[in-house]
């Protein structure tokens, strides 16, 4: 018999088999000071590209003094326990309340974090005899959800009407013979990538298929939509989710998150999701600094304003120096290169070392080979001359790349990852 650690020193997985040359730099760097458009990475000052405070709530100052004053009120522990037991508060009631009005949905029940959350949700809305159709770029917490579904799922070619379509084809027959119904899974944007889910389109299949619409805004609640209620009110579909996802990690600045739906949907919910019925309930510090984002979120419509002109300057300069943003329909804003992947960490390290740029990069295997994708996160916090500072760098490592020099700084690298 094997010793079970035996393939952990063979193989380090995807990811964990890059640490050597990416830990601390690539992977696992260390940002400091406080959150904001500029930080410091390695003693320098860089403009960060790479922090979902969308709104730029993370360090705001009435932001900052109501977390302090709830955790000088409360502590860090205060509720203890899962919601049921002994977690629950007049606030988190009020949290909820408040949400569901905001998002337009008749409930809302506020989750300890967003990833188990959601993967509560699908599993507690499913049973074996449903079937889940979803997108195959779906978030790892969207797969990891349907990982706990006992019966049958398909996924749809990413953003695809017609690969959904034949799909929901393909669950009706089945969930005719299982007598299970259908929950259909987006995300409201897809954020690596920026694009909106196609929810528009897929509401409108609800007029020929019977199916639960359940949608992931981590990305869109408080960026999109009028008011700011995400990809569902932007595209004027909101009505139609049958259950609204959003976490508190991005434009929120903060932790937890959120579902919301009709009141029966929720009240079944609070009552089977496993990750809140056996997980401590969200801290009163984070309820009422949630309780307070909201609320600026919904009388300061200046932050969205802002975070959609700094938008706006950088992927419109970005196209108009020619570069390929892909078809981002959001904040979300990727800039695809061509290069290795040792090309890739010259030119990361040139865009940090040299030009104080900070930016998410992503490689092969979550893109195909051959292409660098630079994602970058704009936020209300930034400046026009941010945005001037960073698409000048940017031409710059373009002429780099394409001169050859960042093959030749890398070729010890390529040689040695046997590129
Ligand atoms: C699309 C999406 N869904 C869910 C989550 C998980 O949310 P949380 O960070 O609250 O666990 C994330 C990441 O924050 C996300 O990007």
């Not at 998002?103 to 509560?120: D, H, P, R, T, W």
Request: hydrophobic share 40%; proline share 3%; net charge neutral.
């Amino acid at each position: 018999m094997r010793d079970l650690f035996e393939k952990i020193y063979k193989d380090k997985g995807p990811l964990g088999k890059w640490a050597s040359q990416a830990e601390g730099y690539f992977v696992f760097p260390k940002l400091e000071g406080h959150i904001s458009n500029r930080m410091k990475f390695q003693g320098k000052d860089v403009i960060t590209w790479s922090i979902n405070d969308y709104l730029g709530l993370a360090n705001h100052p009435d932001v900052r003094e109501v977390d302090a004053n709830a955790s000088q009120e409360y502590g860090s522990a205060y509720p203890m326990g899962a919601r049921m037991m002994s977690g629950h508060t007049a606030l988190h009631e009020q949290l909820q309340q408040e949400l569901a009005k905001f998002v337009n949905k008749e409930a809302a029940y506020v989750l300890n974090f967003g990833y188990q959350g959601i993967m509560s949700t699908i599993d507690a809305l499913v049973g074996k005899d449903d079937i889940i159709v979803y997108d195959v770029d779906a978030h790892a917490c969207i797969i990891d959800g349907v990982r706990l579904h006992m019966g049958k799922r398909f996924t749809y070619k990413h953003n695809d009407v017609e690969s959904l379509e034949k799909n929901l084809e393909r669950a009706t027959k089945m969930a005719e013979q299982t007598g299970g119904g259908i929950l259909v899974i987006s995300e409201g944007v897809f954020g690596m990538r920026g694009e909106q889910g196609k929810l528009k389109e897929i509401a409108a299949l609800k007029n020929k298929f019977n199916f639960r619409f359940l949608v992931d805004d981590a990305h869109g609640f408080g960026t999109l939509g009028p008011t700011g209620a995400g990809a569902g009110e932007e595209q004027g579909v909101q009505d139609e989710i049958d259950v609204y996802f959003a976490t508190f990690a991005k434009s929120m600045a903060s932790t937890g998150a959120f579902i919301a739906a009709d009141k029966e949907i929720i009240d079944f919910l609070k009552y089977n999701l496993r990750s809140q019925m056996f997980a401590k309930s969200l801290q009163m510090q984070l309820v009422k600094g949630a309780l307070k984002r909201l609320d600026m979120i919904k009388t300061m419509p200046e932050l969205k304003q802002n975070l959609w002109k700094i938008v706006n300057a950088l992927q419109t300069g970005l196209k108009e120096r020619g570069f390929d943003i892909g078809t981002t329909q959001s904040c979300v804003t990727p800039v695809y290169l061509k290069g290795s992947i040792p090309e890739a960490m010259a030119l990361v390290k040139d865009l940090r070392e040299n030009h104080g740029i900070f930016c998410s990069i992503v490689v092969y295997p979550v893109i195909p080979k051959g292409l660098i994708l630079l994602r970058m996160i704009p936020t209300a916090m930034h400046t026009l001359k941010d945005v001037e500072e960073t698409l000048h760098a940017f031409s710059s490592i373009r002429e780099r790349l394409n001169s050859g020099l960042y093959k030749r700084l890398s070729a010890s690298v390529a040689a040695a990852m046997g590129e």
